[in-house]
């Protein structure tokens, strides 16, 4: 466990928590800013943006990475890792797939899934449905699990579980060459529909059949916000915000995709500033 507790900790570094990083740091807050994949790896498939004021016609790539160096600069502590759960106490911890964090408020600034939930997903978190297979693989040593993949992520969770699982499934759900290392892990064309069982999973439906598995991972680029943190309000598929980019949750703030539509980078950066603004204002008032 870090010894260190953050003023604030920052989970996503796309547009919004980029932003919502730089300001803190020029607030001289210290912070600790989560990123598990690259930054915004959606906004650098972009060919060419040209609706983001003073940046006419760049690649997706090259404004992330502008974005990036501008705020690293500026001090804050990259964590590149991914934030698996939250628990809301006097500080927050957070907890990632192999450490644990403390801060004092946070930022959530994950994106969008570009998944919705499966029918029955929800219902069966903690389960059989697990969104980190290092955290949890161990629990279904011996038994046979899914993985459902929209990242490249998901390869590295399936070798992980082909080591410990009879019969590990892999459903990509995008385009790739994945080799697995283990006979156990079998690569399969399916869409997954629905995640089976009433207390715990027994199955999984999918367009090419029933698959019996007792665990499912699902590795998307940004879980649902609800999963991160129970207790957090959603509206449909987003967080509950007011205006000051506060949620439900006393200390705890959002900003960007993960808040609603439009999903755009202007409103992402701007509701960064705010959030990360009505974060310190939180820190002040406690002290
Ligand atoms: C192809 C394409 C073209 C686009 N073109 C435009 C355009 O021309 N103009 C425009 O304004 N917008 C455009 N957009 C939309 C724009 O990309 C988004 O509005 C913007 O990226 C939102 O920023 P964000 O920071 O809220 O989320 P994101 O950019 O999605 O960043 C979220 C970050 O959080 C990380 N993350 C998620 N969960 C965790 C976790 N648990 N732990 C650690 N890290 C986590 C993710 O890896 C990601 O890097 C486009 C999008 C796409 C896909």
């Known amino acids: 466990m870090s010894e260190q507790i953050f003023d604030i900790a920052i989970i996503g570094a796309g547009p919004a928590g980029l932003s919502a990083a730089l300001t803190a740091r020029v607030r001289n807050k210290s912070v600790a800013l989560f990123e598990h994949m690259d930054f915004s790896p959606k906004l650098q498939k972009a060919h060419a943006i040209n609706n983001y004021l003073g940046m006419p016609m760049t690649a997706g790539k090259d404004m992330m990475k502008q974005m990036a160096d501008h705020c690293l600069a500026a001090g804050p502590t990259l964590i590149r890792e991914k934030v698996t759960n939250i628990y809301a106490g006097d500080t927050f911890t957070l907890l990632t797939p192999n450490n644990t964090y403390e801060a004092k408020t946070l930022v959530l600034a994950i994106g969008v899934s570009n998944a919705a939930m499966l029918s029955g997903e929800k219902d069966l978190v903690g389960k059989g449905v697990s969104y980190c297979a290092t955290c949890d693989g161990m629990l279904y040593r011996d038994k046979p699990v899914a993985v459902i993949a929209y990242t490249e992520e998901g390869e590295h969770e399936a070798d992980f579980l082909g080591e410990i699982c009879p019969v590990v499934y892999f459903i990509p759900q995008y385009k790739t060459e994945y080799q697995p290392k283990h006979q156990s892990v079998q690569v399969m064309k399916a869409r997954p529909q629905t995640v ?6 027994t199955g999984l ?6 698959l019996k598995v ?9 879980d649902p916000a609800e999963t991160l943190l129970p ?14 980019q506060a949620t439900n949750v006393s ?7 993960c808040t609603g539509k439009p999903w755009q980078i202007a409103r992402a950066t701007g509701e960064g500033l705010v959030a990360v603004l009505s974060a310190i204002g939180y820190i ?3 002290k």
């Open 196 to 201: 089976l069982g009433s207390d715990e999973v």
């Open 205 to 210: 439906a999918t367009d090419a059949g029933e």
């Open 214 to 222: 007792e665990g499912i991972f699902i590795l998307r680029q940004s």
């Open 231 to 244: 207790e957090l309000e959603m509206d449909g598929p987003f967080v509950k915000v007011n205006r000051d």
């Open 251 to 257: 200390g705890v703030y959002a900003a960007g995709d």
């Open 284 to 286: 002040d008032g406690k």
